[in-house]
Nanobody
Framework: EGQLVESGGGLVQVGKSLRLSCAASGFTFEDYAIAWFRQSPGKEREGVSCIGSRAGSTYYTDSAKGRFTVSRDNAKNTVYLQMNSLKPEDTAVYYC??????????????????????WGQGTQVTVSS
């Protein structure tokens, strides 16, 4: 059974940076696009970014464009999300998810969520002002 484990979250001040990691196991990592989502209390889970299975394509929703960068290391079965210029509204639990196939879902919602085969447990990011 596939497994994803996020790490790298924490408490950070406005304007600072964090790098999240998503480590995969139990499935053929290079066959899956990997997406990042986030969820704040009382809000629906929203898409943030995605990287194609062979790192040939990336996608960012409006909330991430210009500030976040997604990358992957298929040799380490890991995807990264570099988050710069963090804002209080970036505070959320961040999840990574795996979608079988080379191409990311590039709608603004990056959904539906049931399209994703595996999900991590999430890592908390808190941005203080």
């Amino acid at each position: 059974e596939g497994q994803l484990v996020e790490s790298g979250g924490g408490l950070v001040q406005v304007g600072k940076s964090l790098r999240l990691s998503c480590a995969a196991s139990g499935f053929t990592f290079e066959d899956y696009a990997i997406a990042w989502f986030r969820q704040s209390p009382g809000k629906e889970r929203e898409g943030v970014s995605c990287i194609g299975s062979r790192a040939g394509s990336t996608y960012y929703t409006d909330s991430a464009k210009g500030r976040f960068t997604v990358s992957r290391d298929n040799a380490k079965n890991t995807v990264y999300l570099q988050m710069n210029s963090l804002k209080p509204e970036d505070t959320a639990v961040y999840y990574c998810a795996a979608d079988f196939g080379e191409i990311c879902i590039t709608s603004q919602s990056m959904g539906p969520l049931y399209e994703y085969d595996f999900w991590g447990q999430g890592t908390q990011v808190t941005v203080s002002s």
